[in-house]
């Protein structure tokens, strides 16, 4: 069951959701919106020369309260909220429908697991055969909360909880890889 405003605002007050800063103008209809922070990575490719699953990627790490994202280019984000969500509750990371519309895609491989805590790092790509600039603190996706059945047997703690800045990939340390 995907939670409404009502519902948001109630889980908010009580502290059993937490989007630390929040405001009004932020909470849809059946969402929250996040805004976007001011740390940025960008792999970088002048020292590799293919990525692979099984090896640690390379980032340029960017501190900026703008970046502009050159076409055809991808990155990663951070939002300014620190979500904190409790065990029964999970969310989808949903590009707003006004940015999309000039081409920037936006996720997160789509998913917050229950129990996951931190500042989501969001995937960006510039599908626009222009540059697109973005500022800190402009509203650029959505959480769209669903409620679960019952509480996550194994919520989740795993290699990004606790997260503060954009963070890489870290594919290279899921076990079927150090077995």
């Not at 949903?94 to 996720?107: C, K, N, T």
């Not at 491989?109 to 510039?126: H, K, Q």
């Not at 954009?166 to 594919?171: D, E, K, Q």
Request: proline residues 4%.
């Amino acid at each position: 069951m995907i939670l409404s405003d009502r519902t948001l605002k109630k889980m908010l007050a009580d502290g059993s959701l937490v989007v630390d800063p929040i405001d009004e103008e932020s909470i849809q209809p059946a969402s929250i919106d996040c805004r976007l922070g001011d740390h940025y990575l960008l792999i970088e490719d002048t020292h590799m020369d293919i990525l692979t699953l099984d090896s640690e990627i390379q980032y340029r790490e960017i501190e900026s309260d703008s970046i502009t994202i050159p076409p055809h280019t991808f990155l990663l984000a951070t939002i300014s909220e620190y979500v904190k969500l409790p065990d029964d509750l999970t969310a989808f990371v949903e590009g707003r429908s006004s940015i999309g519309r000039i081409g920037l895609f936006i996720q997160n491989a789509g998913w917050v697991d229950p129990g996951f805590e931190g500042r989501i790092t969001l995937e960006l790509y510039n599908a626009n055969s222009l540059p697109i600039k973005l500022q800190k603190g402009r509203r650029i996706c959505q959480l769209v909360f669903a409620k679960m059945d019952r509480k996550a047997d194994t919520p989740y703690r795993g290699k990004y909880q606790g997260q503060k800045k954009s963070v890489g990939s870290r594919v290279f340390l899921d076990k079927e890889v150090n077995q």
